[in-house]
């Protein structure tokens, strides 16, 4: 029986530059000292080197060579790198000599059967500490892997913390990270914001969220088929010229996250609507400080994370779609994404407006997520409410004044 079933029948799938990224973005997304493993690591690929890349001073990184290469051409791999890297990157012969980590990475995508992936997942899970992460990658084409995804998602529903489509990959690839046992609250505070391959760059401050990237496409294939299908009208130039346009509007800016551990940032762009405190019996009991802030079409879309926690219940509301300025908008289709905090229950809504009618929202049940991380986005205008604990926290802003998602502190612990 060869080491890694799932792994080692699976044809050669190759993994790029943004694929090898997220493989490794559970590892390289921690501040304090984290271990990693590589199962069927190769001396050649980039997860390897986005995973040395990533290595702190208190990192422990373990390589387990897979069937395109040796353990000691990893040495050697390793030993070229310099004695700071050697230092901190052992290699070993099997998985049975690896010590549990805090994140396992399997180095090459799977192919193998449900059973296959399943018989896998069982081996490392038995490698992980106390909340670890597992990140893998399927190739997402149709086929046999199909019935290996859902099962992915199935062993990993209960803790999961989700999976990214990477279409800049031949083939696109499905990565998913699974967690197994219930991650520490307090571990959300050390971590950075997470890399997520849905938000496109296009230059080094600015980038676009993958809606927008299809969104833009679809407008210029129509564009082509109606140049195509009538040459002599100018018709085509309607959806070639919309596509700026459409693709701004799900523009994503990086954002310099505040250091001020008491800080909460906005979740989204836009102006001030409402600071109040009220009760809601959906989040627990007592007060809760709700900040409310519009975001008319111009604003940027994307929401972020107001502080740091761990997801712990994410729900849908029906409603109607009223003007998100309006007293209605109460009433509005709403996803809520619900936070335990070293600070109490945090709660962001994301609602519907007049013009939005579709909610996106990346952070599944179980996830780890740090201040100013990239959450979802609302289509075409809405407004974003975060819940804070009102005997914790006090609010920054004030109505009507214009807000930065993940960048203006809306309001501050107060212990």
Known sequence: MTPFPAVSRAPIVGVGATAARALTAEFARHNAATSAIVVGADHASLVVA?????????????????????????????DGLGSWIADRVHVVESLDE?????????????????????????????????????TLA??????????????????????????????????????????FTAADTRVAATLAPAYRPSSVPVTRGMHIDSNGV???????????????????????LLPALAAAPVAAFFRDPERDVPDDPSAVVAAADGR?????????????????????????????????????????DYFVEDGGYANAMTAAAEHNVAAYTVL?????????????????????????????????????LIRFGSRTDVYLPADRAEAAVSVNEKVIGGSSVIARWLN
């Open 138 to 179: 399927v190739p997402a084409t149709p086929g046999r892997t199909g019935g290996a995804a859902a099962e992915l998602f199935r062993q990993g529903a209960l803790f999961g913390v989700g999976s990214d489509l990477v279409v800049r990959n031949q083939p696109p690839l499905r990565v998913h990270r699974l967690r």
């Open 98 to 134: 690896a010590q549990p980590a805090d994140v396992v990475i399997v180095g090459e995508p799977l192919t193998g059967s449900a059973s296959d992936v399943r018989d896998l997942l069982d081996r490392l899970g038995k490698h992980l500490t106390d909340g670890g992460v597992v």
């Open 214 to 236: 299809a969104a833009a496409g679809i407008a210029l294939g129509l564009a082509a088929v109606a140049r195509t299908a009538r040459p002599k009208s100018k018709l085509w």
């Open 50 to 78: 986005n995973a040395v890349e990533a290595l702190l001073p208190d990192d422990r990184l373990t390589l387990v060579a897979g069937e395109r290469s040796t353990a000691d051409l990893l040495r050697d791999h390793i």
């Open 340 to 376: 335990d905090t070293d600070h109490g229950t945090v709660a962001v809504a994301q609602r519907t407006g007049l013009i939005a009618r579709r909610i996106v929202q990346r952070v599944p049940v179980g996830t780890l997520v740090a201040r100013g991380e990239r959450m979802g």
């Open 272 to 312: 001030v609507l409402s600071i109040e405190r009220m009760t809601d019996e959906r989040f627990g009991p007592g007060e809760f400080l709700r900040v409310a802030v519009f975001l008319s079409v111009l604003d940027v879309h994307v929401n972020r994370v107001p502080v740091a926690g761990r997801v712990t």
